[in-house]
């Protein structure tokens, strides 16, 4: 029994026979009892013949009364031995899986850790433009794209050099300042790209007044069909700005539509007319060419403002992707001036300031003796109108 239990508490047994087996010198899987069983019978023989020679060196009675007491001691220790054996079991036993305390009611949670992306050698591919940046016509969708995307990773574009980034893989080409793009992963980002685009304008919608078009009246002492007070056809703003169109997009054309009866009659005026011709023409570039017919005191009482930003609410909804250039008045119109500022600013549309014009005789048509016609913009007037605006357009 000595030795059986000096055996397995100097030497685990799994550590035995798995080094064993792997070294290759026990080649089967063997029962832990067989290594009881010989340090059991090997540890009674010795104890046995230890007491022998005990009982004969101090001369207690004879051979059999020595060999009775040591049979008697190995029996009683011999289940003490045994008992060990039990909690040993097979080999293949030994290892089992642990069950929780909680069981049957856990729940089991998977826990994973995330792992960064893995990006390619050379870093976050840098975005392309397709196409690459010239001459394209406003609105026009860029594709962006890059090689080798990592998982994960987006494009975004800049149009203001970095301050702001959107996200997506196309971008519309409105404005002729660089275009920057690049790759992002997180707080990841590639190098940018900078594309360079130059959009024409295919169609332009002019909504205006006298000073945009006017028919013949001859008892005013006015015999044209164009802009009050031009000379000529090719001498009002709408067609100044029709000849900087078609220098650059030659197939560029315009439509003219009224806005006199809004600016008289802004409070209830119906929108809908502007729907069918919006819709029909899709205009690219619209210009909001108004102001003078406004009543200057009712602008602040029935509020010119709200209503003159419904009116620009429409002309974008009917139309495709479009910008937009307002002007201010070129009579005295302080309060709608202001109004026309004030929704402008909050839209991020273009203004053009042609009421740098007011009150300045040589810029109006003095030479007609009605005084309706005579304070209308003459050539000269014009052709700063159109140079206002045209400098907002190529913005």
């Not at 003490?80 to 909680?102: H, M, W």
């Not at 975005?127 to 890059?146: D, H, W």
């Not at 309060?335 to 740098?356: C, D, F, H, M, P």
Request: hydrophobic share 40%.
């Amino acid at each position: 029994m000595l030795v059986n239990l000096l055996f397995y508490s100097t030497l685990r047994m799994e550590t035995v026979l798995d080094s064993q087996l792997v070294n290759g010198l026990i080649p089967w899987v063997i029962d832990a009892k067989i290594w009881h069983t010989f340090g059991a019978m090997l540890g009674w023989t010795l104890v046995a013949f230890v007491l022998d020679k005990l009982l004969y060196r101090y001369t207690v009675g004879r051979i059999g009364v020595r060999y009775f007491f040591t049979c008697l001691l190995v029996l009683c220790f011999w289940q003490s031995g045994c008992a060990q054996l039990e909690t040993i079991g097979r080999v293949q036993d030994v290892k089992k899986p642990v069950k929780s305390a909680c069981e049957p009611n856990c729940l089991s949670i998977a826990i994973q850790r995330l792992q960064p992306p893995k990006l390619p050698p050379q870093g976050l591919p840098k975005p392309s433009f397709e196409p690459q940046g010239g001459k394209i016509a406003y609105g026009t969708n860029v594709r962006l794209s890059a090689s080798s995307m990592p998982v994960g990773a987006v494009l975004e574009y800049s149009y203001d050099n970095g301050k702001t980034w959107t996200e997506g893989n196309q971008m519309a080409a409105v404005t002729k300042t660089p275009v920057l793009a690049r790759t992002r992963i997180n707080e990841l980002v590639s190098q940018t790209t900078q594309a360079t685009f130059s959009p024409y304008f295919q169609r332009m919608f002019v909504v205006g007044n006298s000073i945009m078009n006017h028919a013949p009246a001859p008892n005013l002492g006015w015999f044209n069909f164009n802009g009050m007070a031009a000379s000529a056809l090719d001498k009002d703003f709408v067609h100044l700005l029709d000849k900087q169109l078609t220098n650059i997009h030659p197939q560029a054309t315009f439509r003219l539509q009224s806005g006199g009866g809004f600016e008289r009659n802004f409070v209830s005026y119906n929108l809908d007319e502007f729907n069918a011709p919006l819709q029909e023409f899709k205009p690219d570039l619209i210009v909001v060419r108004i102001g003078e017919n406004v009543n200057e005191g009712d602008v602040n009482g029935t509020n010119f403002e709200q209503a003159f930003e419904r009116l620009l609410n429409r002309l974008v909804q009917f139309s495709g992707p479009a910008k937009v250039v307002c002007t201010t008045s070129v009579w005295n119109r302080p309060r709608t001036n202001q109004s026309i500022r004030n929704v402008v600013a909050r839209k991020g549309y273009a203004l053009a300031e042609v009421s740098v014009i007011e009150g300045k005789g040589q810029y109006f048509a003095s030479q007609y003796a009605d005084p309706g016609v005579a304070a209308h913009p003459n050539d000269a007037g014009m052709q700063v109108i159109a140079d206002l605006v045209w400098e907002q357009i190529q913005k």
